[in-house]
């Protein structure tokens, strides 16, 4: 293509960029409450100090510095070879390598007059540099950047450029005239805005441009009457940036999100959204923040799909109250149109694939610490995938708890758990269920060592409704619960790949018995086998819910070992391996299905596990169930990573688990990830998912991310399954100009959920390196 049709090309996008750009970060700024400020101190009652190599005339009215002068008053401090200062008016006149320092913001040029207290005055030919005023970054929240970035923020940067003159307006206001701004490094103008006035208000962290153009890799975009874009992480009402992307299902959409600033703690942005292949639809999101509620409101509505022959809607609300008297509450309230929403209009996996839709509100009391109690609703709406339908869960109607563990009394844990829950279902027998579970405990703890006798009585009550060939009436279960706990903690001295730690060996036993009850005539409302893991290990019952309580006469045995850091007591290694020895068969099952049998063999699954940093750069964790009487390999999770420095990551993980701990057969699935940096400015970025029983790719993603420094573009081809012979394509393309637009679509939340560790190029930290930069003299292995 020839040079000039190429920058014809680039203009027409970099206008879409610019013309629905003012509010980048309107959306991903969070709401706030307004603080009243104390009271500022004036600017002219402000002392002043002057030093240079020399001082004439009279310090009443008239002061003439020559040689090195440096004026300072208030946040204004300026240098210069030679300045006349007035002190009545409070007026410095500067001549010759004028710079002026305000705040952090740093002005240059030949020639200055300006009231230093006031902040008031013109400047000739300035080249200035401006800092930002509110970073995303806060050490109390070190997340806050990241979390800041997933909503759509930019990340802050410094400004820069020049103009004809510059008018100081007061504090943190500027006026320029004929002026050039950009966020790239000097000598690096791969972009910049052509203003002929351009107004800044650091302040209110928003700039204003009149009769403007933007100027990208030499392409400029036709000039404008008028535009206004944030600085660093300002909210203000305008359109933000339109996103485009492709996916096979949908085609082309774009979506034009339009920001409203309504108050500092609301504001609400609304989005057309337009689908090629299904029509235009309109999403709503309303945000509110009160000091005891906050919460997100949102609908979706797609009239007439052209797909599905039909009217299309989504709507959710979130909302969470704290009060200052115990009480907290909140409501998650999730419906759509129809079972196949998420599928055909969400090109985010993990949005595509959802089954279950919460519908619940709940309230809560919890004052003095050692107890709570909440009252809940929950339903839930479920979206079947005709070909692999899955279960209703039953509805909680409503859902009353009460937990109790006072640990002040003398020598002794005292507990109550107390629930009643009324539960229903269209389909299924419906009835309500109380729980009683009083417990008593005696925990004795040394440095190195522990033992804690419990004992407790668990009684349930119900009450059934009669259905179909199933008798109501009444049911009631009654039994008590025993159980030790005790370990030892010993501690050595070690080295380890030339570095000292600390070690601990750690071996428990858990014993625990539970007298056999009938059970088989009460239904399962929400009760399932529980995952064998860890803490199952060391828990009182099998199942998970409350309709079924374990038989158990059983012996646990584990043992746990800690590398940790003798300077910092920071964790960096842990092994476990643990059993369990039965005493009695199993005679409590789930049902009386096959896949239901009770346990026979007298020795649990082996379960072992290792997790942690092996080096400075490698992490690996895993853990694998071994069925001791079958011989055979039962599950296993396995996963390493490598990153030796920011931006520069590799996982691979292999997840497998036997047919006979399934219903849906086995499972075999590797998974590699990775974000590599190509050149020192080029970035791979890519992921696979695959089923190795057969069921080829399940997912995958690859792109590229190029950081010029002031600009980062981004191409990414996701691919996935969203339900049975259902599959979904989308591409991102995204250009960001650093600190002040970014057009295409967002894909940062998908590439962190696709690859752990991702990290966006332009939020590496100053000082932190890439490989680029360490060369071989490092090993990977080699601890620091």
Known sequence: MPESKLHAAMAVVLAMSVLHAPSAWGQAQGLRLDRAMGPQPSGEDLPTFIRADRLEGLTETELEASGNVEIRKGTSTLYADHVRYLPEDDEAVATGNVRVLVKGDEITGPRLRMRLGETLGIFNDPVFNLAPRDLLRDPDEPDAEVTAIERGALPPVRSRGDAKALRFLGPDRYRMSNARFTTCEPGQDDWFVNAEELHVDMEREVATARNFSLTFLGATTPEFPYFAFPLNNARKSGFLPPSLSLSGKNGAEVTLPYYWNIAPNYDATITPRYIAKRGVQLQTEFRYLQPEHYGVLRYETLPSDRQFDESRWGASISHQSVWTNGWSGYIDYAKVSDDDYFRDLSGNLSIATQTYLKQEALLQYSRSGWWYAYGRVQKFQVLQDPLAPIPEPYERVPQLLLKVLNQDATYLDLGLDGEYVKFD???????????????????????????????????????????????????????????????????????????????????????????????????????????????????????????????????TVGVTSRFVSPTTGQEMLRAFIGQRYYFEDQRVTLSNAPEHRPRSSDISPILASVSGRVAPDWFVEATAQYGWDERELERLNAGVRYSPAPASVINLSYRYTNASQTTIGEISTVDLSAQWPLTDRLYGLGRINYDTNGGGVVERLLGLEYNAGCWIIRAVFHDFKTATNQETRVFFLQLELNGFSRLGSNPFNTLRRNIPGYTATNLIREGETSVFDRGDSVSPWQMQ
């Open 425 to 555: 279902h269209p389909t299924l027998q419906t009835g309500s269920r109380l729980i009683a579970y009083p417990s008593i405990a005696l925990p004795l703890t040394t440095p190195g060592a522990f033992i804690k006798p419990k004992i407790g009585w668990h009684a349930t009550w119900y009450d059934l409704d009669d259905f179909q060939n199933l008798d109501g009436g009444r049911r009631t279960r009654s039994v008590p619960i025993a159980s030790l706990d005790a370990g030892l903690i010993f501690e050595r001295e070690t080295r380890w790949l030339g570095v000292d730690w600390l070690q601990t060996l750690e071996p428990r036993l858990y014993y625990l018995y539970v007298p056999y009850r009938r059970q088989d005539d009460i239904p399962l409302f929400d009760t399932t086998i529980a995952d064998f893991n860890y803490s199952q290990l060391f828990s009182e019952n099998a199942f998970v819910g409350g309709d079924r309580i374990a038989d158990a006469n059983q012996l």
